[in-house]
């Protein structure tokens, strides 16, 4: 994400909590008076609009649609579609921070046949429960999570860094073939 971008998303989050805040302080204030109260909030609830602007703002795109676009121009909708390569880009990203954490292999693997041998799950809760743990863990770590996701994005947004993961890529569908006894 660019600085200007960050910028105006941290003062927008800033001018955002500071108007609620307000409406909080008035709350207190004005206890005893609901008309008083309702008058001061449709005043400062105008201002929303000076904080976000839906016209503007709209076209700063979150994390998850910027990451969309990465994988589709690297490496085309169908990889972006495929969900069995998607969540094994996953897993093996899991398991290098798992290494980083020194977990041993055999604990791996005895996690994943605990998985295995349970009910399967819902997408929607088990993504739920893999951004809560993951940042647990960037807790337990001191890392920042959000600060990590923005410079790998950046990272691998250089035309460098594009043209070495396309070709790790094409390495290991080429590996898979081999396996397989296919030829490309």
Request: proline share 2%; with cysteine; charged share 35%.
């Amino acid at each position: 994400m660019s600085d200007e971008i960050n910028e105006h998303l941290t003062r927008q989050r800033r001018e955002l909590w500071m108007l609620l805040d307000h409406i909080d302080t008035l709350d207190d204030s004005c206890r005893d008076d609901d008309e008083a109260f309702r008058n001061l909030v449709r005043k400062h609830q105008k201002k929303r609009f000076a904080i976000w602007n839906p016209q503007v703002d709209a076209e700063v795109a979150t994390f998850q649609q910027r990451v969309h676009d990465w994988v589709t121009e690297v490496f085309g909708d169908e990889s972006l579609r495929n969900v069995q390569e998607r969540a094994m880009r996953f897993i093996e990203e899991a398991i290098e921070l798992a290494q980083v954490c020194e977990v041993p292999q055999e604990k791996v693997h005895r996690i994943v046949d605990y998985v295995f041998s349970r009910k399967v799950g819902e997408a929607a809760q088990e993504i739920g429960g893999c951004l809560v743990t993951l940042n647990a863990l960037s807790s337990c770590l001191n890392v920042d999570a959000e600060e990590a996701l923005e410079t790998e994005l950046t990272r691998i947004q250089t035309p460098e860094a594009k043209d070495r993961i396309r070709q790790r890529q094409n390495e290991k569908y080429e590996a898979r073939l081999a396996e397989h006894g296919c030829k490309q």
